[in-house]
């Protein structure tokens, strides 16, 4: 069996024994979007802010390290240095991987020495000590200082309006990738400054590419049951992945099943899905679920864009309700048999008014 992937520190976004997005070389689909910056960098034009955007676990932040990793790079160490390419082996691959690069800087949720939990948001002293960066002159033949929002969502008021004013009056060769899984919710004074990227889901294909290329200590599950998780992670490798455990692909379609009779669902069986999800390591179950469940409200938004303000209203009002409660729940540690049951109160309260 292959020894488990040890890490000091817990990120935001870690999955078990697989590589983080600065520590993969390769990126698979997204082929328009390496072409935009490819295009902006030959053409001596690129932005200096960029709001990547799409789904989580679709390659967002892979993409925007890979892109990182080229402007660290001096030029004319590579061999193509007109492409994003930079060989694993590369000092600033290297640099970039262990995010020790002097023209490099994450701006991301990190677990504090001690702390038992990661923090829900970044807090505003470390976005201002992130963007200390640009207060030095970059180094290197490379020449660009890059700093990496992962994600958007994470910052709070105070340190999304620390951005704001960076990006509002960039340094000389500052470059900021911001991932976004919600661009719509973002800033609007952040939003109007950023070069908008939208990425889309991945194919089936590609999501086993991606998984079955994922090296040792990931243990590779057999071809089947990845195609079945692929096929259940509507394009997201983190949602396959997760889904790879059969008690959370359980979890999946035991809501899909419930969610099959939005207007009058089966509270019974609800009943005994919250006994499963408030159980004691029942945390990454529950997460399952109230993500199932944002997914289907969110399906629906989409399915009936054309219908009017109205409708959409009382969806997305559930949503975020739906939010809020999970939130408040976390924080003060409440019952989840309840909670589960007002959530699908919410979907099926939203459903009912829609029609």
Not at 279 to 287: K, T, W
Request: glycine letters at 8%.
């Amino acid at each position: 069996m292959p020894p488990e992937l040890t890490r000091e520190t817990a990120e935001a976004g870690d999955l078990p024994n697989i590589p983080r997005p600065r520590e993969q070389n390769r990126l698979i689909g997204h082929a328009a979007a390496e072409a935009a910056f490819g295009e902006a960098l030959r053409s001596g034009r690129l932005h200096h802010a960029w709001l990547i955007g799409g789904p989580r676990g679709i390659g967002k932040a892979t993409l925007a390290y890979r892109v990182a990793r080229r402007l660290v790079a001096d030029p004319r160490t590579l061999s193509a240095p007109d492409s994003l390419d930079v060989p694993p082996g590369h000092p600033a691959a290297r640099g970039v991987a262990a995010l020790s690069h002097p023209n490099l800087v994450a701006l991301r949720r990190v677990q504090a020495p001690n702390a038992k939990t990661l923090p829900t948001k970044i807090p505003v002293e470390a976005a201002r000590k992130a963007l200390d960066l640009f207060a030095e002159t970059a180094g290197g033949e490379g020449g660009y200082r890059v700093c990496i929002v992962d994600s958007a969502e994470d910052l709070n008021a105070n340190s999304a309006n620390a951005l704001l004013k960076m990006v509002e009056e960039p340094p000389p060769r500052a470059l900021f990738l911001i991932v976004s899984h919600a661009p719509g919710r973002l800033l609007p004074t952040i939003r109007s400054r950023c070069r908008k990227l939208s990425l889309r889901p991945l194919e089936q294909d590609q999501v086993e590419a991606v998984i079955a290329g994922f090296p040792p200590p990931f243990a590779q599950p057999e071809l089947d049951a990845i195609s079945r998780a692929a096929a259940l992670g509507e394009g997201s490798v983190s949602r396959a992945v997760a889904l790879l455990d059969p008690a959370t692909a359980g979890v999946v379609r035991e809501v899909r099943m419930l969610l099959s009779s939005p207007h009058d669902p089966d509270w019974r069986r609800i009943l005994k899905l919250a006994d499963t999800l408030s159980g004691r390591d029942a945390d990454e179950l529950f997460a399952t679920a109230l993500d199932t469940l944002q997914r289907f409200l969110s399906g629906e938004i989409d399915r009936r864009k054309g219908e009017g303000a109205a409708p959409l209203l009382g969806l997305v009002e559930a949503a975020e309700r739906m939010t809020a409660k999970a939130r408040d729940a976390a924080i003060y540690n409440l019952d989840r048999r309840p909670l589960v049951l007002s959530l699908f109160g919410e979907v099926t309260g939203a459903m009912r008014h829609v029609g």
